[in-house]
DNA sequence: CCGTCCAGTGATTGACCGATCACTCACAGC
DNA sequence: GCTGTGAGTGATCGGTCAATCACTGGACGG
């Protein structure tokens, strides 16, 4: 803000946050074994070896960036008011096309991050990223009065389409796509051009 | 075979196609850029550097890759036996399941590359790869008598449970899951233990 | 003013990887 | 048996990248 003193020199917890926001967004456009420590140094406006003060290896960066932009999801949903007539799905569903915008580089780090999990330490922060979010949508389903064989079922699907959009956000597939086989695929009406996304 | 002559020097058209299995495998296991070229020529039995006989570089390899790899899903789906009283998705689906256990690399490789799609010319790939798949799916719906619309929207749901499978399976999602919640992802009963897949 | 943290960097290193090149050797046809 | 062609390799190179280390300099308490 306006208020705070120009700094020079920041906080470590400033600093730490600055290199993950630019881990997320270097990772998501490069992928784990993509993207340089270099470049998300310069992302974050540091020197490349001060990466390494705050996370001892790549990897550690990777998970961290990866947990937050999990938290950011659910903390969305957190956030997210139900609509009049509106199902919990629908506001979860609702809830995530309309934070693409601001939301797009975690969600395409969410899903690169498949790309490293030959790597068991980021497949097993991969399972637990899944199993946390499938549980908070089945969990909301069953408060709804879903049982819970229907929820978990709803659950899937509802994963699965989040899948879809965010693998084609990924590749760009809107422009290789007529639009009624665009809104097939992504209810996203007033998303930025794709080609917004792969910018620099 | 046994009738084949023991060959100490083989084709280059059988070279070529053990390059691309090896590349297949390894790709799938480690990613695009995990992946080395002296992993797949030791996984295809010949030194590095002749890999890049028959592919000029990396990249070149990994195209090849991934268009076998869809090929081989298109030509799954095309052998494949309607049973009575099932319909054309569920004929589609079947199959897709069926064949995890001889196609679990294929199906892996291609999810890896959803992931990494940082370099333009493979995005451009996956969604050439995307708009094979889903075009074949409509225009199987449609020949069954769906109206255009209906049958995009139903083939955007099966490529999306597709995704979720791909997923779940790259990532050992089973170990992490109720017997239940796994069912409500893959509904695939006989499917070899998770573990299998990520040997060697 | 001064000493002491701590934010932050330049220089470097060791390992790895994609790609190149010069070379060897097996076989088929003459 | 000689030779041309193509299969196949060892050695190596240029570049990149994660990670290390020794160092600098500014802010703040006393």
Redesign the interface.
């Known amino acids: 803000m306006a208020t705070a003193p120009a700094r020079t020199r920041w906080t470590a917890d400033d600093r730490r946050e600055a290199i993950v926001q630019a881990a997320i967004e270097e990772f998501a456009?490069?992928?784990?074994?993509?993207a340089t420590t270099a470049a998300i140094a310069r992302r974050a406006g540091i020197s490349q070896p001060y990466v390494f003060r705050f996370f001892p290896t790549k990897k550690d960066l990777a998970l961290a960036a990866l947990e937050l932009a999990t938290d950011r999801l659910l903390a969305d949903w957190e956030r997210a008011v139900p609509r009049d007539g509106e199902g919990v799905l629908g506001t979860l569903g609702r809830t995530y096309v309309e934070t693409i915008p601001t939301r797009r580089t975690e969600l395409m780090l969410r899903?690169?991050?498949?790309?490293?999990?030959?790597d068991p330490d980021i497949?097993a922060a991969?399972?637990?990223k899944?199993?946390r979010v499938?549980r908070y949508v089945?969990a909301a389903l069953v408060r709804e009065g879903h049982a819970?064989?229907d929820a978990?079922?709803e659950?899937?699907?509802f994963?699965?389409?989040g899948?879809?959009i965010d693998?084609?956000l990924?590749?760009?597939?809107e422009?290789?796509?007529e639009p009624?086989?665009w809104a097939?695929?992504c209810p996203c009406p007033d998303i930025a051009r794709i080609e917004d996304l792969h910018g620099a």
Chains 1, 2 share one sequence.
Not at 29 to 34: E, I, K, L, N, T
């Open positions: 456009a490069s992928g784990f074994a993509g899903l690169r991050a498949h790309a490293e999990s030959g497949a991969l399972r637990a899944f199993v499938y089945t819970q064989a978990e079922a659950a899937a699907r994963y699965a389409r899948l879809l693998a084609a990924t590749i760009g597939l422009s290789a796509l009624s086989e097939s695929i």
